[in-house]
């Protein structure tokens, strides 16, 4: 697999020229253009997220709750006064990274369904939802948010197999091999579920109303 610092440069990369595609295609200001690279290359790094205790996966979970924070300080400004403000992105911080992480660490398997296509898509899915329904984000800028993530997700398990095929010589599982997963017989009932995840978010999923001239 690419290690840390490749996928980095290449989420980022890829991101950028996403985003300038998209500041062409799109109505969009700065700051939806900024967004829209942090979510693409977010997504380069998300799929290592299953690498229990590897130093990435830890500056991974390190940025997550430093972006979570900042999140919640650009949700909650209106609302809060200074103090508890702040109080509250430090709880929401160190939640991310001490109860959150800790279960992923559990939880989950190197390269398992993390590292699988239907993943990728259903991370899509899952920010267009967070953006739609507790961001308030128009439908089409939720969309091209959702993309952003799911072809950051897709580049990564693509770098993964360009990496395990050509560099380390491991051989492949399944035509796919082991990033670029679609199905696995092993955990059928994992990958039902997520597609099944993937179909019911599409279909409850408002299309968007206005074509982007992508
Ligand atoms: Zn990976």
Redesign the pocket.
């Known amino acids: 697999?690419?290690n840390f610092r490749t996928?980095l440069s290449i989420a980022a990369a890829g991101s950028l020229t996403a985003t300038a595609v998209a500041l062409q295609a799109a109505p969009l200001t700065q700051m939806e253009a900024l967004l829209l690279f942090l979510l693409g290359l977010h997504a380069g790094l998300l799929?290592?997220i299953d690498?229990d205790h590897s130093i990435p996966t830890r500056l991974l979970f390190t940025i997550f709750s430093f972006a979570t924070a900042i999140a919640v300080v650009f949700l909650c400004y209106a609302e809060l006064s200074l103090l508890p403000l702040i109080l509250l992105a430090l709880l929401a911080a160190l939640s991310v990274r001490f109860i959150l992480f800790p279960l992923f660490a559990a939880t989950t398997e190197h390269?398992g369904l993390f590292?699988s296509v239907p993943a990728a898509l259903l991370s899509g899915m899952a920010l267009f939802f967070a953006g739609d329904r507790l961001f308030g984000w128009q439908t089409e800028f939720a969309w091209l948010a959702a993309v952003f993530v799911s072809g950051g997700y897709l580049l990564?398990?693509l770098?993964?197999e360009i990496y395990s095929v050509n560099f380390i010589g491991v051989t492949v599982k399944g035509s796919f091999g082991t990033?670029l997963t679609l199905f696995s017989r092993r955990s059928w009932l994992c990958y039902l579920l997520l597609y099944a995840a993937v179909a019911i978010a599409v279909w409850m999923a408002p299309p968007p109303t206005q074509l982007l001239t992508l």
């Open positions: 697999m690419a996928h799929p290592d690498s390269r590292h990564h398990l770098l993964d990033a």
